[in-house]
C-alpha cells in the first residue's frame, strides 16, 4: 500500500523559508509516477505547488518558481520543498500527492498524504 | 483556466447531481475529478474525463471532452456530499484545478 507522509514545522514567520518533506513508503520514488506538492488555503481551493518526477526532472509552478526549490533524496524514498520569503498568503495546508502523465495510465494524484498545516505569523 | 459551475448545488439523497467544469481552451480527454471533504485529502474519482479510479462506486460517471466536462452522481448517497474539483494535465505546468462546486444537503 502505497502511503504519503508530509512533516515539517506548523509555523514560519514571515520572510523566512518554509521546508516540508514528503515521505513515501510501499513505492519506490525512482520505480515511476511523478511526486507532486499541492495547497489549499483556509477555506479555498487547490493550487498546484510543483512535481519531483521518477527521471527526477522537477517542475515548478510558474507563480511560485522564484521562491520555490523541489527536491528528492532517493535514498531516503521522500522529497521535499523550500519555499523561501513566505507571507501570510503562503498559510495553508501542504499536501503531497502522486500522479503520473502517460496514456493508459492512471492519469491523476491516487494517492495523498493527510496535509500538514503550515501558518505564517510573526 | 478551469471553471466549475455551480458553485453550490443544493440537492437531495437520492438526486441526480451534474457538476460541470469548462476549460478556456481545448483540454482533449485531460481531466480528473475529485471528492474532498472537511478535514480530509481529495480523493481520485475520475481519470481523463470517463475513467473510474479504482474503487470508485458505479454511480460516479465522467464525460465530455475539448472545453465541457461533466461529473455526474446518478443517486446521491449521504456520504457524497462534499466538494468536487475538476483538474487539467493536457497544459502543465502548470497543473490547474477548478474552484470547487459545493454539493450539498438540500
Known amino acids: 500500500q502505497v502511503q504519503l507522509q508530509e512533516s515539517g514545522p506548523g509555523l514560519v514567520k514571515p520572510s523566512e523559508t518554509l521546508s516540508l518533506i514528503c515521505a513515501v513508503s510501499?513505492?519506490?520514488?525512482?520505480?515511476?509516477?511523478?511526486w507532486g506538492w499541492i495547497r489549499q488555503p483556509p477555506g479555498r481551493g487547490l493550487e498546484w505547488i510543483g512535481t519531483f518526477s521518477h527521471s527526477e526532472n522537477i517542475f515548478y509552478n510558474p507563480s511560485l518558481k522564484s521562491r520555490l526549490t523541489i527536491s528528492a533524496d532517493t535514498s531516503k524514498n521522500q522529497f521535499s520543498l523550500r519555499l523561501s520569503s513566505v507571507t501570510a498568503a503562503d498559510t495553508a495546508v501542504y499536501y503531497c500527492a502522486r500522479h503520473w502523465d502517460k496514456p493508459g495510465m492512471v492519469n491523476g494524484f491516487d494517492y495523498w498524504g493527510q496535509g500538514t498545516p503550515v501558518t505564517v505569523s510573526s | 483556466v478551469l471553471t466549475q459551475s455551480p458553485a453550490t448545488l443544493s440537492l437531495s439523497p437520492g438526486e441526480r447531481a451534474t457538476l460541470s467544469c469548462r476549460a478556456s481552451q481545448s483540454v482533449d480527454i485531460y481531466v480528473a475529478w475529485y471528492q474532498q471533504k472537511p478535514g480530509q485529502p481529495p480523493r481520485l474519482l475520475i481519470y481523463?474525463?470517463?475513467n473510474r479510479a479504482t474503487g470508485i462506486p458505479a454511480r460516479f460517471s465522467g464525460s465530455g471532452s475539448g472545453t465541457e466536462f461533466t461529473l455526474t452522481i446518478s443517486s446521491l448517497e449521504a456520504e457524497d456530499f462534499a466538494v468536487y474539483y475538476c483538474q487539467q494535465r493536457k497544459y502543465w505546468p502548470p497543473l490547474t484545478f477548478g474552484g470547487g462546486t459545493k454539493v450539498e444537503i438540500k
Open positions: 481523463d474525463a470517463s
Open positions: 510501499g513505492y519506490s520514488i525512482t520505480s515511476g509516477h511523478f
